[in-house]
């Protein structure tokens, strides 16, 4: 019954390395365990389920957990996209321009020069230490935040999806072994009548043979006698 245990010990796999990035990442575990409130999240609805890419697709990620389906790769950069595009946080040079600039120049292959030549580029344009690196943080933060909201709807989903049917699965397990402590007192008690049967039969055969031999021999006892009493008298 071991494949059943496994069946039967449902659970959710996470990424966990973000947690070690943000600090708002630490509570991630913790959110997907215990919802007590709605959950939303633009790539999973309640009144839908995910739609998922073909299987074509998610055999690579499936198979390598460092690999990220694309369109999550792609959400991530469209979410800081819209960030910077929308939160006055962001109004001019801040840590994405810095990181969109430096991909720019990936000819410099000194990392210590490329560096420091994005930084001085658009240090023109405003850019200071602080404000690279709080800009950085809060991008961090975004990030963090949306895995939160992503786990927080993705185990709500679960639960909609998967917890009544685990249950009815756990109740055909349980019926099952019931069936099966049923089956095989069924199977001793066939044995056992199988066997009496048996023993029955062979004796009420043995029975059955000796008394028809023994009128056989009576009879051709008694006709012996007849034919001597014929040819002597």
Sequence with gaps: MGFLKQILKPFVEFDSDNKNKTEPDKTIV???TDIEEAAHHPLISEDEAVNLPSNEQVAP?????????????????????????ENPLFTGPDYKEFIDTKVDIDDIT?????????????????????????????????????LNAFQSAHAQLYKK?????????KNKV???????????????????????????????NFTK?????????????????????????
Excluded: C, W
Aim: hydrophobic share 35%; aromatic share 6%; glycine share 4%.
């Design 30 to 32: 913790e959110k997907q």
């Design 61 to 85: 990620a499936r198979n390598n957990s460092s690999i990220p389906l694309p369109e999550h790769v792609r959400y991530f950069e469209e979410l800081l996209d819209k960030a910077n595009r």
């Design 110 to 146: 000194d990392e210590t020069i490329k560096y420091q030549t994005v930084f001085n580029i658009l240090k023109t344009s405003g850019l200071t230490k602080n404000k690279l690196i709080s800009t950085g943080q809060e991008y961090l933060d975004i990030v963090g935040r949306d």
């Design 161 to 169: 999806e998967l917890v009544s049917r685990e249950i009815d699965l």
């Design 174 to 204: 349980a019926e099952l072994q019931t069936l099966t402590q049923t089956i095989n007192a069924l199977k001793a008690a066939i044995n056992q009548l199988t066997k009496e049967i048996n023993e029955s039969q062979e004796e009420l």
């Design 209 to 233: 043979r000796s008394f028809l031999l023994a009128g056989e021999m009576k009879q051709q006892e008694i006709q012996s006698e007849l034919n001597k009493i014929s040819k002597f008298f």
